[in-house]
C-alpha cells in the first residue's frame, strides 16, 4: 500500500503512522457532556467501504493527513493534509 | 451417531460407507425463543450450552455461510490462560477448564494438546511483569513456571541464543497452554448442539432486526421474517454492521490481523512460543506446517488478506527468534478480520433494545475464549444476567471508566 502525500509524493505505507478513525477532527467543544466525550474517544462507525481516517507522515514531511479509502478493497482515494492540500490517492 | 474409536475401526473395515451428516440442513420454523446470528465458534459454543445448561432446545444459529466460515477457521489456534488483570483472569481461567472437558463433553475430537506455551523475555524489567503475571496466574489457580535463560535453553535449544540485540533473559512457561483443532471445534459445537435440537441455519444472512416498542422481536433474513423473544449477536469481525441494523454504534474498529503456515515439516517445535521482542508467536500443527503469526497491520480494514509490510516484520521477527526456520517454505498467508475495542477486553451484555444481546470484540484473542464465551453469553440469554466471570465485559465500560486495558497501551483500538 503506497499513499501519496500531498507534500511528499507517493510514499511506502510503513513512512505512515496510522492514529484512527478522522473523528479526531471533531472534537467535541468545552461545554459537551461526558456521552459526547465516550462517544468521540471510543465509538466508530467502523465502514466496511469507504472510510476517512488521520495517518502522520512520521518518516516524511511529520503532516497530518486525511485520507479517503476503501476498507474492503484497500483503495487510497484521496489523501488531504488536515490543513487542506489534497492529491488523488495512492496504490492499494 | 455417537463417536467412538471402536466405531471409527468398524467403518474403515467396512469401507466407511455408514456415516452419517455430523448435522441436520433444517429449514428455518417462523418463530424461535431464541436466535444467534452467526454460526461461527462462539456463535455454534452459545447455542450448545443455552440448550445443554439452559435447557432452551427452540432456539436456530443464522449464518450468512457455512457454519464455522468465519474467524475461527482463520486463527492461530492458541489455547491460553495468561491474563494479569481481574474480570479477564477469571474468565480465561474458567475457559481453560471448559477446554480441558470439552472433547468428553460433546463426544467430538478438537485434538486440544496442552504442548506449553513459553512467552520469553528480554530484560529485566520484562522479567518482572512477567514474574508478576505469573503470580496472577497462579493466584487465579491456574499455572505458571518462570524459567531462567538455561531453563529455557534446556526446553528450547534452537532458539539464538547469541542475539545481542534481543538477549533471551527467560521465559514464563504456562504448561497447561497449547493448541486445539481450530475447525473441530466449531464442528464439534456444531454437533453436539444440533443433537441437543438447535437448528443451525447455512447460508441465511440476516438483514435486519425487527425492534417494536424498544424490543427485539426477530429478524429478517435472505431466508425469510423469523420472530424470536430473543436475539444473540456473535459475530465477531462483523459486529459493527450487524450492531447497525439495531441502531447501535459500537466501540469497535476493524483491524486485519495476519497468519502464516509453512509446508509440512517433521515435529521441531513441541511448544507454543511467543517472541518478547516483537509480536511474534508460533506452534507446528499435527500435519507439522509451522504455524505463526504477529501484529496487526494497524489500519481498520475488511480486507481478509493484509499487506507485505507486516509479512516482511513477522518473517524477521521469526528469523531473529529461531533462525532454524528460515529454510522452510511458506505455504500459504491469510488474514482475519478482528473486532479491535478500546481496551483490547471483549464484551458480553445486554443492548440498549431490549431482548438484544451481544457478544463481541475479541479483539485477536477470541479462539481461546470460545469455550467459556459461548457459556457466558448462554447465561446472560438465558437468565439476563452477566455471569461471574463474564461480569466486567459490559458494554458501558467506556462511558464508565471500567476499562479492562491489559496491555496498558491505551484508548486507541489498534494497539492492542
Not at chain 2, 61 to 78: A, D, F, M, Q
Not at chain 2, 133 to 154: F, K, P, S, Y
Not at chain 2, 236 to 251: C, D, I
Request: glycine share 12%.
Amino acid at each position: 500500500m503506497r499513499l501519496t502525500c500531498p507534500l511528499c509524493g507517493p510514499r511506502d505505507r510503513r513512512e505512515f503512522y496510522y492514529s484512527g478513525a478522522a473523528v479526531a477532527l471533531d472534537r467535541p467543544g468545552a461545554e459537551a457532556p461526558p456521552e459526547a466525550w465516550d462517544d468521540h474517544l471510543h465509538n466508530r462507525d467502523n465502514p466496511a467501504g469507504v472510510t476517512q481516517d488521520l495517518w502522520y507522515h512520521e518518516q516524511g514531511c511529520c503532516s497530518w493527513l486525511k485520507v479517503t479509502r476503501n476498507t474492503v478493497t484497500h483503495e487510497i482515494l484521496a489523501v488531504e493534509t488536515v490543513g487542506g492540500d489534497s492529491t488523488a490517492g495512492g496504490v492499494a | 451417531m455417537r463417536y467412538s474409536g471402536f466405531r471409527v475401526l468398524a467403518q474403515g473395515l467396512f469401507g466407511n460407507t455408514g456415516w452419517q451428516p455430523a448435522w441436520r440442513d433444517p429449514v428455518p420454523k417462523p418463530d424461535y425463543d431464541a436466535l444467534i446470528i452467526g454460526g461461527g465458534g462462539h456463535g455454534l459454543a452459545t447455542a450448545y450450552y443455552l440448550a445443554k445448561n439452559h435447557g432452551l432446545t427452540n432456539i436456530a444459529v443464522l449464518e450468512k455461510g457455512y457454519l464455522g466460515s468465519g474467524n475461527i477457521g482463520r486463527n492461530t489456534t492458541i489455547v491460553r490462560a495468561n491474563y494479569f488483570l481481574p474480570g479477564n483472569s477469571e474468565f480465561y481461567s474458567h475457559s481453560l477448564k471448559l477446554w480441558e472437558g470439552l472433547e468428553a463433553d460433546l463426544n467430538y475430537n478438537v485434538m486440544h494438546s496442552q504442548r506449553g506455551l513459553i512467552n520469553l523475555f528480554h530484560s529485566d524489567g520484562q522479567r518482572d511483569a512477567f514474574a508478576r503475571r505469573g503470580n496472577a496466574m497462579i493466584n487465579q489457580g491456574d499455572d505458571a513456571v518462570l524459567l531462567d535463560r538455561e531453563g529455557v535453553r534446556e526446553l528450547l535449544p534452537y532458539l539464538d541464543y547469541d542475539n545481542t540485540r534481543f538477549p533471551i533473559y527467560g521465559g514464563l512457561l504456562h504448561p497447561r497452554g497449547g493448541t486445539a483443532r481450530h475447525d473441530a471445534v466449531a464442528w464439534g459445537y456444531a454437533r453436539a448442539a444440533d443433537r441437543r435440537g438447535v437448528d443451525l441455519i447455512q447460508n441465511c444472512e440476516v438483514t435486519g432486526i425487527d425492534i417494536k416498542d424498544g424490543r427485539v422481536t426477530g429478524v429478517q433474513t435472505t431466508r425469510g421474517a423469523i420472530r424470536a423473544k430473543k436475539v444473540g449477536m456473535v459475530v465477531a469481525g462483523r459486529s459493527g454492521q450487524v450492531a447497525a441494523m439495531a441502531g447501535l454504534r459500537l466501540p469497535i474498529e476493524s483491524h486485519v490481523l495476519q497468519a502464516f503456515v509453512t509446508e509440512g515439516l517433521k515435529p521441531v517445535i513441541d511448544h507454543v512460543i511467543s517472541f518478547g521482542m516483537g509480536h511474534f508467536y508460533i506452534s507446528q500443527s499435527d500435519k507439522g506446517g509451522l504455524v505463526f503469526g504477529g501484529d496487526l497491520d494497524f489500519y481498520a480494514s475488511y480486507a481478509a488478506r493484509g499487506n507485505l509490510p507486516m509479512v516482511e516484520h513477522v518473517m524477521e521477527a521469526g528469523m531473529t527468534l529461531m533462525p532454524m526456520i528460515g529454510r522452510a517454505r511458506v505455504l500459504r498467508s491469510w488474514g482475519g478480520i478482528m473486532d479491535m475495542t478500546p481496551d483490547g477486553s471483549p464484551i458480553i451484555d445486554r443492548t440498549p433494545v431490549d431482548g438484544l444481546f451481544i457478544d463481541a470484540g475479541w479483539n485477536y484473542g477470541g479462539f481461546k475464549a470460545v469455550p467459556a464465551s459461548g457459556f457466558c453469553m448462554a447465561h446472560l440469554m438465558a437468565t439476563g444476567q452477566s455471569h461471574a466471570v463474564a461480569a466486567r465485559f459490559r458494554l458501558n465500560r467506556f462511558a464508565t471508566g471500567h476499562l479492562l486495558d491489559e496491555e496498558g497501551t491505551g484508548s486507541q483500538h489498534n494497539l492492542h
